[in-house]
């Protein structure tokens, strides 16, 4: 399996009801998360294995949809059963990463959806919904409601083949919200679809030795003494996929040297 393998996300206009039509495959996508979990030493229970893998779909769908030059960020806090889900995808880059924290997880009243948007020659931009339940396609949904003011649909079809319908201007609302399995099954011949584009997506999140330096710098800057705690190594994990990086006190302060004024 390899894990840099490419997926491939196709987006439809459909006719007569003005939606969007997002839809791919996730299998490879998925095995090359199960990779990178085992080849880090993350186990997940089942409820935050299924809601990560709903994360990793949906954002790519999502993100299919958007402009080329967009990074979007979800992390999403879940009351019960209590977890924290990050996931981010790179337009520009092709790529998708998601972590999932079920250990050490503050305790919240509500649900909350943050979801961020990263777009060049635009400032960032951040938006929080409020939801019920534990099913992260459901969560999904509220965010494009409430938040995108766009309502959109998922639907399995398969059990690795995501389907998300989404609202253009003038949709067919009635239409859209009496979609189910079934009619998801038989879409291509109900619904004229006209292809829009195709984008390739793999898992890939990018924390290099150097970015963690990056991360790390500043706090050297402020406490080393504290940071290294005694020790001439630290490991820390990365937030983005939860990979482990070794740290050692001499590397950190040549890169502290190096990036001096």
Not at 11 to 19: C, D, K, L, V
Not at 117 to 131: A, K, L
């Amino acid at each position: 399996m390899d894990m840099n393998a490419d997926i491939e996300v196709r987006t439809y206009f459909a006719r007569q009801r003005n939606a969007l039509v997002a839809r791919a495959g996730f299998s490879e996508l998925f095995a090359a998360w199960y990779l990178h979990r085992m080849d880090c030493g993350i186990p997940l229970p089942p409820e935050c294995d299924e809601n990560g893998r709903e994360a990793l779909a949906a954002l790519t769908l999502h993100c299919a949809g958007r402009p080329w030059k967009e990074t979007c960020a979800w992390t999403v806090h879940f009351r019960d059963p209590r977890m924290n889900i990050f996931v981010a995808g790179d337009n520009g880059a092709g790529t998708v990463v998601a972590n999932v924290f079920n250990e050490n997880v503050r305790e919240i009243e509500k649900n909350l959806f943050y979801a961020d948007v990263i777009e060049e020659g635009h400032p960032p931009r951040r938006s929080v919904t409020e939801f019920e339940g534990g099913n992260f396609l459901k969560a999904v949904e509220r965010f494009h409601a409430k938040s995108e003011q766009r309502p959109a649909r998922f639907f399995w079809h398969g059990d690795e083949d995501l389907v998300m319908v989404s609202a253009q201007p003038d949709c067919d609302i009635e239409w859209l919200e009496s979609l189910d399995s079934t009619a998801i099954v038989t879409l291509d011949s109900d619904v004229e679809l006209a292809l829009l584009e195709k984008r390739l997506y793999r898992f890939e999140c990018g924390c290099t030795q150097e970015r963690m330096l990056d991360f790390l710098r500043p706090v050297f800057l402020r406490q080393g003494d504290e940071l290294f705690a005694g020790e001439e190594t630290i490991r820390i994990h990365c937030p983005r996929c939860g990979a482990r990086h070794a740290i050692t006190r001499e590397a950190l302060e040549a890169h502290t040297d190096a990036g001096k004024p």
